[in-house]
């Protein structure tokens, strides 16, 4: 792999117009990756869902070279109907399209740049691959006072022109004081067989407020990972919903600081997965000051042969007095082959706290189905109410009503 690697990484260098200097920063951060490798089941934050034998056994031979100088034409079929929205459309992981259209220019300032160095501090692998093959980083500020009139979507598509291909993105995200971004990442991916690695970066002044909903509902034999990583000033607000349900492999990771008085997180999730499908959240909420707040809940339906995993980890500093800190997952297992994996963890070096975190799994309860059959409905409805009341608890959750309405939709849940 590691000549392939290095093949294709001076494929890219040839193609793109890079200093010295961020030639050695992307070198660096390959030799990381190559000494690391793909993450595998030996590394603890990796035990649900093994990258690298995944890759092994369902696609192969990865080709990490992307021509991203060769435009794609854009599919307008996959844009999201009936909610008035800016957009951002990701082909085969080259922005082929950038419309505010709907907001004032001047309150949002766009960039790009060659440079994909990471300020933060972490441990993984699929950051340095991102880092090392990503073509430029493009840069989303939106100036103070400013809170965008429509959403904003993030189409991720990939056409046929690439397959058994590593795609990585990366976008950074500045929300100035008292902003306020309602962003949407919408998957429609009709190609097989690639690895897609996106790593997003958010700093939030305060009083800023970020609603992110990640959607990936239609179904594809790819493997996506997904990282968030989110700073959070004073008073600011985070809010992550995500739908996974979509991909044959999908791992969703969010890490959140929050270093401001005041700040607060919250991620909810849904996994609705059919037969064969292997997906993982896994969350880290910070509480890095005092007077923070943080929520999580998971909900898993899972069919024949699938497995969800969520692991989540509150971590309280010492400093960080006056935490509240919630986390519970619950898991339907819809077949005897399914399987949920929870892994809760609370880390908390401060007295004056409250922190609590939960998970249950079982089937769906007979008593309830038969009791609903006594009222007229048959087996398949019963179970489709139980199963649409259990999800529609999580989507509840979202504080944007129109985006809630279009994410009932997508589901198909009923009130």
Same mark, same amino acid.
């Given at each position: 792999?590691?000549?392939?690697?290095?093949?294709?990484?001076?494929?890219?260098?040839?193609?793109?117009?890079?200093?010295?200097?961020?030639?050695?920063?992307?070198?660096?951060?390959?030799?990381?990756?190559?000494?690391?490798?793909?993450?595998?089941?030996?590394?603890?934050?990796?035990?649900?869902?093994?990258?690298?034998?995944?890759?092994?056994?369902?696609?192969?031979?990865?080709?990490?070279?992307?021509?991203?100088?060769?435009? @794609?034409?854009?599919?307008?079929?996959?844009?999201?109907?009936?909610?008035?929205?800016?957009?951002?459309?990701?082909?085969?992981?080259?922005?082929?399209?950038?419309?505010?259209?709907?907001?004032?220019?001047?309150?949002?300032?766009?960039?790009?740049?060659?440079?994909?160095?990471?300020?933060?501090?972490?441990?993984?692998?699929?950051?340095?691959?991102?880092?090392?093959?990503?073509?430029?980083?493009?840069?989303?500020?939106?100036?103070?006072?400013?809170?965008?009139?429509?959403?904003?979507?993030?189409?991720?598509?990939?056409?046929?022109?690439?397959?058994?291909?590593?795609? @990585?993105?990366?976008?950074?995200?500045?929300?100035?004081?008292?902003?306020?971004?309602?962003?949407?990442?919408?998957?429609? @991916?009709?190609?097989?067989?690639?690895?897609?690695?996106?790593?997003?970066?958010?700093?939030?002044?305060?009083?800023?407020?970020?609603?992110?909903?990640?959607?990936?509902?239609?179904?594809?034999?790819?493997?996506?990972?997904?990282?968030?990583?989110?700073?959070?000033?004073?008073?600011?607000?985070?809010?992550?919903?995500?739908?996974?349900?979509?991909?044959?492999?999908?791992?969703?990771?969010?890490?959140?600081?929050?270093?401001?008085?005041?700040?607060?997180?919250?991620?909810?999730?849904?996994?609705?997965?059919?037969?064969?499908?292997?997906?993982?959240?896994?969350?880290?909420?910070?509480?890095?000051?005092?007077?923070?707040?943080?929520?999580?809940?998971?909900?898993?339906?899972?069919?024949?042969?699938?497995?969800?995993?969520?692991?989540?980890?509150?971590?309280?500093?010492?400093?960080?007095?006056?935490?509240?800190?919630?986390?519970?997952?619950?898991?339907?297992?819809?077949?005897?082959?399914?399987?949920?994996?929870?892994?809760?963890?609370?880390?908390?070096?401060?007295?004056?706290?409250?922190?609590?975190?939960?998970?249950?799994?079982?089937?769906?309860?007979?008593?309830?189905?038969?009791?609903?059959?006594?009222?007229?409905?048959?087996?398949?409805?019963?179970?489709?109410?139980?199963?649409?009341?259990?999800?529609?608890?999580?989507?509840?959750?979202?504080?944007?009503?129109?985006?809630?309405?279009?994410?009932?939709?997508?589901?198909?849940?009923?009130?």
């Amino acid at each position: 792999m590691s000549e392939q690697l290095l093949s294709d990484f001076h494929k890219i260098i040839k193609t793109s117009k890079i200093s010295k200097e961020e030639f050695e920063i992307k070198k660096d951060y390959l030799n990381k990756f190559i000494e690391s490798g793909f993450p595998n089941r030996k590394q603890e934050d990796w035990k649900f869902l093994d990258i690298s034998q995944i890759i092994k056994k369902n696609i192969g031979d990865l080709s990490f070279f992307n021509d991203y100088l060769q435009s @794609n034409k854009i599919d307008t079929s996959i844009f999201v109907d009936g909610l008035e929205h800016n957009k951002i459309i990701f082909i085969n992981g080259r922005i082929e399209k950038i419309d505010f259209n709907y907001e004032d220019q001047n309150k949002i300032q766009l960039t790009d740049e060659t440079k994909t160095d990471v300020s933060f501090d972490y441990k993984n692998s699929l950051i340095d691959l991102n880092s090392a093959f990503t073509h430029k980083v493009f840069k989303i500020f939106i100036k103070k006072n400013y809170s965008l009139n429509k959403p904003l979507i993030i189409y991720h598509s990939t056409d046929d022109k690439i397959k058994s291909t590593n795609i @990585n993105l990366r976008l950074d995200f500045e929300l100035g004081e008292n902003s306020c971004l309602k962003l949407i990442d919408f998957f429609t @991916n009709n190609t097989a067989k690639n690895f897609i690695n996106i790593f997003y970066n958010f700093n939030l002044k305060q009083d800023a407020i970020l609603k992110n909903y990640k959607i990936d509902k239609f179904k594809n034999d790819n493997l996506k990972y997904s990282f968030n990583n989110i700073e959070q000033g004073n008073n600011s607000v985070s809010e992550t919903f995500i739908l996974s349900a979509g991909s044959d492999y999908l791992k969703n990771e969010i890490n959140c600081n929050l270093n401001g008085e005041y700040s607060s997180a919250f991620v909810n999730g849904v996994f609705s997965l059919k037969e064969n499908q292997q997906h993982e959240i896994r969350t880290t909420i910070n509480h890095l000051i005092e007077n923070t707040k943080s929520y999580q809940l998971i909900k898993s339906v899972l069919g024949k042969n699938s497995k969800s995993a969520y692991q989540g980890k509150i971590f309280v500093n010492s400093k960080a007095q006056k935490t509240d800190g919630y986390q519970l997952s619950k898991a339907i297992l819809l077949d005897e082959t399914s399987e949920f994996n929870a892994k809760p963890e609370l880390e908390i070096y401060a007295d004056d706290v409250r922190c609590s975190h939960g998970s249950a799994s079982g089937s769906l309860n007979e008593d309830s189905i038969f009791y609903l059959m006594s009222r007229g409905l048959n087996y398949q409805q019963s179970k489709e109410l139980l199963i649409n009341g259990f999800l529609l608890d999580v989507v509840e959750k979202i504080t944007d009503s129109e985006i809630k309405n279009l994410i009932k939709n997508i589901i198909g849940l009923k009130e």
